[in-house]
């Protein structure tokens, strides 16, 4: 499994990153601060057009995702997330623009929670992590978790865990000096025009399948579905 967290208190200034890998495999995980971007970001993404962006961005071959999603950032702003392939789940910091820029993909194949506690913010990869990077303590939502047992959940951004949200696939949310948050929704598979020259849709659907199944075959901590 693999970790990471983007921490950032506007009044100390304080900005933190860090992501960690326990098991041994092809790891997805970044964080870094780009100096020549004065970005920080922390973050998980397959990178199925890596290599795509690289060419876009005027960037060399052995640029690493941080700089891909840094360069990107500057380029497209909050349209970032139109441009990428691939799962993911990441969290930027543009100091210059004093903003916190997260999102995730369209169909939520990575997770992100969002903690906030004493003029301090937290984006991570698993509740957890996010509480500890802010010092919340385990304090349970009683009436979400009611929802669940009576099968009635009808929030996409509560959890079981108070003062612990986590931000729904297919959006971004930017969060401002005074810790001010403005979610959008950037995807909406409705919105995808259908093309009378599409091929025949059974075989585009297993053209997709096998790929995603080969993709996710190259991480062991991920399953092929």
């Known amino acids: 499994m693999s970790d990471f967290a983007l921490t950032w208190s506007p009044r100390s200034g304080r900005v933190r990153a860090f992501h960690m890998d326990t098991e041994q ?3 997805t995980t970044f964080s870094a601060t780009i100096p020549s971007t004065g970005i920080t970001i922390a973050g998980n993404w397959r990178a199925d057009n890596a290599n795509e962006q690289r060419s876009t961005l005027s960037l060399h071959a052995h640029d690493e995702i941080p700089q891909i999603l840094a360069e990107g950032w500057k380029l497209w702003g909050k349209d970032l997330p139109n441009r990428l ?3 993911f789940a990441f969290c930027l ?3 210059s623009q004093k903003k916190l820029f997260a999102a995730r993909d369209a ?3 990575e997770p992100l929670f969002i903690a906030q506690h004493d003029n301090q913010i937290a984006l991570a990869s698993g509740p957890k992590i996010a509480r500890s990077c802010v010092g919340l303590g385990s304090s349970p939502h009683l009436g979400l978790i009611a ?5 009635e959940i009808t929030t996409t951004t509560g959890t079981f865990h108070k003062d612990l949200e986590r931000l729904p696939p297919a959006h971004t949310i930017e969060i401002d000096a005074s810790l001010a948050r403005s979610v959008t929704r950037y995807y909406n598979l409705q919105d995808v025009p259908l093309g009378a020259s599409e091929p025949d849709p059974f075989d585009r659907v297993r053209e997709l399948l096998d790929t995603e199944i080969r993709l996710c075959g190259a991480n062991a901590d991920h399953v092929g579905i």
Do not use: E, Q
């Open 25 to 27: 495999h092809v790891s």
């Open 85 to 87: 392939k691939g799962p």
């Open 93 to 95: 910091l543009d100091i």
């Open 107 to 109: 169909f939520g194949g």
């Open 147 to 151: 929802d669940y047992l009576r099968g």
